[in-house]
């Protein structure tokens, strides 16, 4: 009875050691290459994959503060941000990630509806 048991349990720590070598053998070749080129290397890599660290997009932005695409003004984002930095302030038993994810986002949107109001302006003043 302990013989098919055993045996069982030597095939899967065989398959296992295989997964965690050919594992060990991928990150040392990625180690390598690393240690080659530098960690320029790695933010150029990131960059070109149109990966920011830490970056937040409008339309996540307009997720977290639950606005559709076409509510998006400033009324509504002010009104959205305080809605929901108001509901998860910590004093409230809210998270202060969330509400510094509430803040970024309103930041980001007020950011990106200057820049529009920027660009009008300049087409305004081009057609006069």
Known sequence: MAGPIIRVLGQVAVMAAGIFGK????????AVMQAKN??????????????AKN??????ARQILNLEKENTNPKTVQKAYDRYFKANAVENGGS?????????????????????EGEAARKMAGKQ
């Not at 594992?23 to 990625?30: L, N």
């Not at 509400?99 to 509806?113: P, T």
């Open 55 to 60: 970056a937040l997009t409008r339309s996540q």
């Open 38 to 51: 530098g960690p320029q290397a790695a933010e150029a890599a990131a960059k070109a994959a149109g990966i």
């Open 96 to 116: 202060f990630y969330i509400q510094s994810k509430v803040y970024r986002a309103k930041e980001l949107l007020d950011l990106h509806m200057k820049e529009l």
């Open 23 to 30: 594992a060990f053998v991928t990150a040392y070749q990625q």
